[in-house]
Nanobody, 123 residues
């Protein structure tokens, strides 16, 4: 089966930086779009940024010019570099990926989610 494992969350002061990583593992044939979402308490999950297999990136307006999404296809990993963090960036951040994988009998495609990593921006 396929798994997405995130790392890199934590507590940071306003204006600081964090880098999130998300590695996909399992019987993977191909990974298409990958992305980062976040969910703050009492709010709906929202897209932060996503990136195509050819590294074309898309960002939410609230993070443009502060966050950078990138991916390493050889490592099946997507990153989110977060700079100039604000208290309103506090949320659980989730990795997401559209993956074609081997079921053992035939290839299949599905969207997978990581378990989430907490990012807290506070002084």
């Amino acid at each position: 089966q396929v798994q997405l494992v995130e790392s890199g969350g934590g507590l940071v002061q306003p204006g600081g930086s964090l880098r999130l990583s998300c590695a996909a593992s399992g019987s993977i044939f191909a990974i298409n779009a990958m992305g980062w979402y976040r969910q703050a308490p009492g709010k709906q999950r929202e897209l932060v940024a996503d990136i195509t297999s050819s590294s074309r990136a898309n960002y939410a307006d609230s993070v443009k010019d502060r966050f950078t999404i990138s991916r390493d296809n050889a490592k099946n990993t997507v990153y989110l570099q977060m700079n100039r963090l604000k208290p309103e960036d506090t949320a659980v951040y989730y990795c997401n990926a559209a993956i074609t994988y081997n079921t053992g009998s035939y290839p299949s495609r599905n969207t997978f989610w990581g378990q989430g990593t907490q990012v807290t921006v506070s002084s």
